[in-house]
Every structure is written in structure tokens, then in C-alpha cells.
Nanobody, 130 residues
Framework: QLQLVESGGGLVQPGGSLRLSCAAS????????IGWFRQAPGKEREGVSC????????FYADSVKGRFTISRDNAKNMVYLQMDSLEPGDTAVYYC???????????????????????WGQGTQVTVSS
């Protein structure tokens, strides 16, 4: 089965940290840009971060810049989102996705294969509450 699977979500107190992981099954992430997105109850999905194929370019939404860090390990076919200094406003379902292009805060993360299909994970819940 070709899929992305997120993990690492959970309940954390404000100021705490979580590390989300995104694992690819059935395909390689080497030629994809990766994006992390989130959707809070009653809100539209928003992009929070993206990373280019090589990892040389990373971009963040203003709301998370300085607190979140995206990274990738192509050898392990994994992508990560380190979330520090979490706030209640970060509560959402977080999704990872692989595609040719993602735009976050007006900046573009590019992959290498525009003709390849895109993939989305099922999401992992992050709840920040005291």
C-alpha cells in the first residue's frame, strides 16, 4: 500500500514539546517536497511548514516560526516535525504530505517530479492543554 503514516501526536501542556514523524510506505520520498499541515476544529487546513527535496530549503508559517523545526532523513524515508513551546492554538490534526510543490507563507518548497502522484497521511492529533 502506498501511504504516508504520521505518528507522535498526543496531549501536552503549554510550553511542552512533541516530535511528529511521517513514514512513507511503498514509495520513496527522495524526489518529493514534504509539507506539514494542520486542521483545527471548525477551521480550514493550513500549511505550517515545508521542506525541499534535499532539505536545503525550509519554510514556516508565521504562527510557528521559531518554535517548529521540519527535517527529513531520505535514507530512512522519514520526515519529522519537532514542535517546541507548544501553545493551545497549536491544537489540531497534523498531516504530512508529499508532492512536487508546496507553498507556505508565500515561499515554495520544490520536489523533482511534477508528474508523480501526491500522497497524504491520515493525520495525528495534537492537543495542547493544561
Amino acid at each position: 500500500q502506498l501511504q504516508l503514516v504520521e505518528s507522535g501526536g498526543g496531549l501536552v501542556q503549554p510550553g511542552g514539546s512533541l516530535r511528529l514523524s511521517c513514514a512513507a510506505s511503498g514509495f520513496t520520498l527522495d524526489y518529493y517536497a514534504i509539507g506539514w499541515f494542520r486542521q483545527a476544529p471548525g477551521k480550514e487546513r493550513e500549511g505550517v511548514s515545508c521542506i525541499s527535496t534535499s532539505g536545503g530549503s525550509t519554510f514556516y508559517a508565521d504562527s510557528v516560526k521559531g518554535r517548529f523545526t521540519i527535517s527529513r532523513d531520505n535514507a530512512k524515508n522519514m520526515v519529522y516535525l519537532q514542535m517546541d513551546s507548544l501553545e493551545p492554538g497549536d491544537t489540531a490534526v497534523y498531516y504530512c504530505a508529499a508532492d512536487f510543490l508546496f507553498v507556505v507563507s508565500g515561499y515554495a518548497c520544490y520536489g523533482n517530479s511534477p508528474g508523480q502522484p501526491s500522497y497524504w497521511g491520515q493525520g495525528t492529533q495534537v492537543t495542547v492543554s493544561s
